[in-house]
């Protein structure tokens, strides 16, 4: 299976940005999408869990309210809208797929990933 992100790019404080991943070679129905980012000089952290199989979902703190999953399974498409970005969202961002509900998991209990997308947030 195969995840591909795109969308990423430079944004002013306080603006938006949805971020797209596009899954192939497996049975998008049955899998959650997860999202996580890493910022420079630091670990990888998870976003968000969003329950694109069976509506289950989980969200970082400091997502909630600004963060937001979504789906469009006939593009087997995955989204992460992203409201309000502040400078410490600067990340790069990754989609990833689970076979199981969400829940915070780590990066190596996904089943596929991403390559990531450069998210940069500066005025």
């Known amino acids: 299976g195969q995840l591909v992100e795109s969308g990423g790019g430079l944004v002013q404080p306080g603006g938006s940005l949805r971020l797209s991943c596009v899954a192939s070679g497996f049975d998008f129905d049955d899998f959650n999408i997860g999202w996580f980012r890493q910022a420079p000089g630091k670990g990888r952290e998870g976003v968000l869990c969003f329950g694109n199989s069976d509506g289950t979902s989980w969200s970082a703190d400091f997502a909630k309210g600004r963060f937001t999953g979504s789906s469009d399974k006939a593009k087997k498409t995955a989204y992460l809208e992203m409201n309000n970005l502040k400078p410490e969202d600067t990340a790069v961002y990754y989609c990833?797929?689970?076979?199981?509900?969400?829940?915070?998991?780590?990066?190596?209990?996904?089943?596929?990933w991403g390559q990531g997308t450069q998210v940069t947030v500066s005025s």
């Open positions: 990833t797929a689970l076979d199981y509900y969400c829940r915070n998991y780590g990066w190596d209990e996904y089943n596929y």
